[in-house]
């Protein structure tokens, strides 16, 4: 049974730092590209960033460029993303998300986590 | 990025069938056979019921249909039941490294 597990997700101040995880499980995990999907409270969902099934091409929503990074450790079946410069209207719950074709980047997904919260306050 | 265009709300009788529009450009939903609709329930994960415009996962009931035509995609549910009653949003892709996925702004079906 395909597993995505989102964690890291706090209440940070404007201006801070997180780095959230996704661990999965069920697949194998560096066959497949990954992205990062949030959704602001009682809001959409907004696309934010994706990495290749083996890290070697990344991609980012202009809104988050230039201060969030995705990465992911096929050895650990984990994604990530780092958060820098943290403003209000990053608060979201954001989702993993897997790509449904091997090795296909920009495809539809089969299988979302549950998210993790992001809280922005100061 | 500009997110697709979805209506805000559309509501539906048990058994009716309902149609949600998703409007794009030539840029996105125009170019590239790669619409994808997603249910949402309250408080749950996005769960994806149409790939590629028009194609059904498995486990996906029939009465959930899609079609593309121009810039336009579509969902249809037909024989509405209490249970369809969620979120839909579509999604695309947007042709660009730069503008990467786009979603609409989602559609809240009621179920009457």
């Known amino acids: 049974e395909v597993q995505l597990v989102e964690s890291g997700g706090v209440v940070v101040q404007p201006g801070g730092s997180l780095r959230l995880s996704c661990a999965a499980s069920?697949?194998?995990?560096?066959?497949?590209?990954m992205h990062w999907v949030r959704q602001a409270p009682g809001k959409g969902l907004e696309w934010v960033s994706l990495?290749?099934?083996?890290?070697?091409?990344?991609y980012y929503a202009d809104s988050v460029k230039g201060r969030f990074t995705i990465s992911r450790d096929n050895s650990k079946n984990s994604l990530y993303l780092q958060m820098n410069s943290l403003r209000a209207e990053d608060t979201a719950l954001y989702y993993c998300?897997?790509?449904?074709?091997?090795?296909?980047?920009?495809?539809?997904?089969?299988?979302w986590g549950q998210g993790t919260l992001v809280t922005v306050s100061s | 990025q500009s997110a697709l265009t979805q209506p805000a709300s559309v509501s539906g009788s048990p058994g009716q069938s309902i149609t949600i529009s998703c409007t794009g450009t030539?840029?996105?939903?125009?170019?590239?056979?790669?619409v994808s609709w997603y249910q949402q329930h309250p408080g749950k994960a996005p769960k994806l019921m149409i790939y590629?415009?028009?194609k059904r996962p498995s486990g996906v009931s029939n009465r959930f249909s899609g079609s593309k035509s121009g810039n336009t995609a579509s969902l249809t549910i037909s024989g509405l039941q209490a249970e369809d009653e969620a979120d839909y949003y579509c999604?695309?892709?947007?042709?660009?490294?730069?503008?990467?996925?786009?979603f609409g702004g989602g559609t809240k079906l009621t179920v009457l």
């Open positions: 069920g697949f194998t995990f560096d066959d497949y590209a």
């Open positions: 998300a897997k790509v449904a074709v091997v090795g296909a980047t920009w495809d539809y997904f089969d299988y």
């Open positions: 990495i290749s099934w083996d890290g070697g091409s990344t």
């Open positions: 590629e415009g028009s």
């Open positions: 030539s840029s996105d939903v125009g170019s590239y056979n790669l």
């Open positions: 999604c695309s892709y947007a042709g660009s490294s730069t503008s990467g996925v786009v």
